[in-house]
């Protein structure tokens, strides 16, 4: 009996203590696949092969980027068609910086790209697009490359973001395109005003994407929604500089898919072109906005605070009836306060042939300085509650 006993302590001992190794999971540091933290030297073949490496692991996998400048020197695809790996995370104490030649991913679409993984979280670090030369090429008015979007995900699942800082991407800096259930949480982007479609984050054609308690401060949109775009939560963001939350541009395509069930919530704008905005061709489309609340958002100076606009057509070319098919319904305002850096606060120009139901504005308290703001009207309906500064047009 006490042989017996010894015998099952040993294997219980032995379990307990090898346990751990077991169950480890596994990290992939990129210099030990050759990456150097110096900037300087090309670092793609080294983070390509940690993901391959990542992988192919069955169990749930880490890849490490320690404190250093790692030099992306091309486009960056992370596929996951191959990938047995569902749990894949990525961790980032460095820096990942694009060439300072904009010619070298300027003909690329995007830098650093994931298409059709499932299970990924990056936490931590920083992107630096390094997108400069090229903005000052497209405000010099020259022939210049349309420029990359520094992070992107593609047809991608159960994505999470966390902590990632994005500086002067070339165009966009993160993109979510096709994908379901993604959160991008505690993001800092940056790129200065004058930064020409240095969008912060676009998600398009997804569903279930939240971002919260992130700053975001660019040239263009701090956040646009495009085409197919539903089940959307925005929630703790501080936006400045840039042109505000941004539906749209839609109605491009006469056959688009619609954007629903969108709510921002809790959003500061700061000297921003627009505080939140729907934007939509004047062209023939079958494309929608509708279910989408905006609730206790604060304007500071913010030119176009609220805003509906149905007529864009820029140059009036490629618009050839001058009115917009995109039906706007069932858009709610509530508790929107600050001040206003032009007179009309409130404008809604909808479309003449589809014109905007269902708009509710509540507990609206805007000003133009020290005078009362204005707001103006065309082919809107809707309703107003508690009060409503400046007055109602609806």
Known sequence: MAYTKAILILILTLFCYSSPSLSATPTYNVQSFGAKPDGKSDCTKAFLSAWGAACAATAPATIYVPRGRFLLGSNVCLSGKLCKNTAITIRIDGTLVAPSDYNALGRAEHWVQFERVTGVSIYGGT?????????????????????????AFYNSNN???SGLTSLNSQMFHVLVDGCHNAKLINLQISAPGNSPNTD?????QSSGVTIMNSHVGTGDDCVSIGPGASNLWIENLACGPGHGISIGSLGWDLQEAGVQNVTVKTATFSGTE???????????SNGFVRDVLFQHLVMNNVQ??????????????NCPNQSSGVKISDVTYEDVRGTSATAIAVKFDCSKTHPCTGITLDGV?????NKPATASCANAGGSAAGVVQPTSCL
């Open 127 to 151: 992107l630096d697009g390094q997108g400069a030369g090229l903005w000052a090429c497209k405000n010099s008015g020259k022939s210049c490359p349309k420029g990359a979007t520094s992070l």
């Open 159 to 161: 994505i999470l973001v």
């Open 200 to 204: 912060g984050i676009h998600v398009q």
């Open 274 to 284: 627009n505080g939140v905005r729907v934007k939509t061709w004047a062209r023939p």
């Open 304 to 317: 176009n605070p609220i805003i509906i606009n149905q007529n864009y057509c820029p140059d009036h070319q």
């Open 365 to 369: 308290r805007l000003t133009y300085g």
